[in-house]
């Protein structure tokens, strides 16, 4: 099966810009979780998608959205880019919900966005 | 919230067995322990993860004291290939506010 797939792979964007990602899960999975990682920070959870509802939320301000599509691909939405948002954007899918008991998620190779 | 403690680097000669501790004392009964591992800013990849038991797979074994308030990742012949970035996960939170929780991770450095 493929793996995990995440486009782009890089982005530059200037502030106040918006920027959209993209995530395709491993064929059957029906669950993506998208991940904010920062050297400062580390990896912070973002939301998860099961079944093209939002099914889990992290603690990020409402400029990050994300939606899920019938064929369980995944765009994530940043809107009115910030400084601060220069991360890796990492995906993941899961055959279920990944907080349901022992689920195991594979990550993507993530999108590394730069804003300046 | 369960939160996991990790040391943040570790050194271990190649050939040898990796013993990766975690603190996570406050988890609860029903949470599970993930390990996963991350090379050079690739996404994280999955080790292994366990409720009460030892658990072990072809990659490493888990050992989870019986309070379950720590567990030990083994890898047992490490290879230079191991060098990584190595994370305990719980999972915090309750309703729609639940999340995997990654902690700062473990440096593994495998010495040739």
């Known amino acids: 099966k493929a793996g995990v797939t995440q486009t782009p792979r890089y982005l530059i964007k200037t502030r106040g810009q918006q920027v959209t990602l993209s995530c395709?899960?491993?064929?059957?999975?029906?669950?993506?979780?998208w991940y904010q990682q920062t050297p400062g920070q580390g990896l912070q959870f973002l939301f998860e998608?099961?079944?093209?509802?939002?099914?889990?939320?992290?603690?990020?301000?409402?400029?990050?959205s994300g939606r899920?599509?019938?064929?369980?691909?995944?765009?994530?939405?940043?809107?009115?880019?910030?400084?601060?948002?220069?991360?890796?954007?990492?995906?993941?899918?899961s055959d279920q919900i990944i907080l349901t008991s022992g689920r195991t998620?594979?990550?993507?190779?993530?999108?590394?966005?730069?804003v300046l | 919230?369960?939160?996991?403690?990790?040391?943040?680097?570790?050194?271990?000669?190649?050939?040898?067995?990796?013993?990766?501790?975690?603190?996570?004392?406050?988890?609860?009964g029903n949470e599970y322990v993930y390990w996963y591992r991350q090379i050079h800013s690739q996404g994280p990849q999955y080790i292994i993860h366990g409720l009460k038991?030892?658990?072990?797979?072809?990659?490493?074994?888990?050992?989870?004291?019986?309070?379950?308030?720590?567990s030990t990742l083994i890898l047992p012949h490490a290879t230079l290939r191991d060098t990584a970035v190595y994370y305990c996960i719980v999972r915090v939170g309750g309703g729609s506010a639940r999340q995997l929780t990654f902690g700062s991770g473990t440096q593994l450095t495998v010495l040739p």
């Open chain 1, 105 to 114: 998620q594979y990550f993507g190779p993530g999108t590394r966005l730069t």
């Open chain 1, 49 to 64: 998608y099961f079944s093209e509802t939002q099914r889990n939320k992290g603690n990020f301000p409402g400029r990050f």
């Open chain 2, 53 to 70: 038991n030892n658990e072990t797979n072809e990659m490493a074994s888990l050992i989870i004291t019986e309070d379950r308030k720590s």
């Open chain 2, 1 to 28: 919230d369960a939160k996991t403690t990790q040391p943040p680097s570790m050194d271990c000669a190649e050939g040898r067995a990796a013993n990766l501790p975690c603190n996570h004392s406050t988890i609860s």
């Open chain 1, 24 to 33: 395709s899960p491993i064929s059957g999975h029906r669950s993506v979780s």
């Open chain 1, 68 to 93: 899920q599509f019938s064929n369980s691909r995944s765009e994530m939405n940043v809107s009115t880019l910030e400084l601060g948002d220069s991360a890796l954007y990492l995906c993941a899918s």
